[in-house]
């Protein structure tokens, strides 16, 4: 694990989302949606911004920012969307064995939530992003959220 774990995502990527039409109550109709993105590197290679639009939902944008933490060795991702037009609390994670796992605090509505972000899947062509949610500190996840990278050939 260091600064170079997210170097995959740089460049232009297809997504197709998968979203759960609803949060924590048991829902199991998925939205789906295509979306582009576009990742580039920043402060010399310890962090990275990203873009994403969709035309879904009226149309919207997300931007993430990723650091890597260079004395706790750990990634700290932050998200924020035209949705909200605020930042939404940070989930803090690494990269093992091929898997990065990124935990936070969060609310859905007005419960709090454990989020998870995993990344999976990692080839240079392609990746696989999701979220889910524990109102029970992590004993038992709601995957809400499925985003599948397909690189775009430049």
Same mark, same amino acid.
């Given at each position: 694990?260091?600064?170079?774990?997210?170097?995959?995502?740089?460049?232009?990527?297809?997504?197709?989302?998968?979203?759960?039409?609803?949060?924590?109550?048991?829902?199991?109709?998925?939205?789906?949606? /295509?979306?582009?993105?576009?990742? $580039?590197?920043?402060?010399? &290679? #310890?962090?990275? @911004?990203?873009?994403?639009?969709?035309?879904?939902?009226?149309?919207?944008?997300?931007?993430?920012?990723?650091?890597?933490?260079?004395?706790?060795?750990?990634?700290?991702?932050?998200?924020?969307?035209?949705?909200?037009?605020?930042?939404?609390?940070?989930?803090?994670?690494?990269?093992?064995?091929?898997?990065?796992?990124?935990?936070?605090?969060?609310?859905?509505? /007005?419960?709090?939530?454990?989020? $998870?972000?995993?990344?999976? &899947? #990692?080839?240079? @062509?392609?990746?696989?992003?999701?979220?889910?949610?524990?109102?029970?500190?992590?004993?038992?996840?709601?995957?809400?959220?499925?985003?599948?990278?397909?690189?775009?050939?430049?």
């Amino acid at each position: 694990m260091d600064h170079h774990d997210f170097d995959f995502l740089h460049g232009s990527w297809r997504i197709h989302n998968r979203r759960l039409t609803e949060r924590l109550v048991g829902a199991t109709t998925w939205i789906e949606f /295509d979306a582009l993105h576009e990742c $580039r590197p920043i402060l010399g &290679g #310890i962090g990275n @911004v990203d873009e994403m639009t969709t035309s879904w939902n009226g149309g919207f944008r997300g931007f993430s920012l990723r650091l890597f933490d260079l004395a706790k060795r750990h990634w700290t991702i932050n998200w924020a969307s035209t949705m909200t037009g605020t930042l939404d609390p940070a989930v803090v994670g690494r990269f093992e064995g091929g898997v990065g796992t990124f935990l936070g605090r969060d609310h859905h509505k /007005d419960t709090p939530v454990l989020a $998870r972000f995993l990344w999976s &899947g #990692i080839t240079p @062509v392609a990746a696989h992003w999701e979220q889910a949610f524990s109102t029970d500190e992590g004993v038992t996840w709601e995957t809400n959220w499925h985003m599948h990278f397909d690189r775009i050939a430049t």
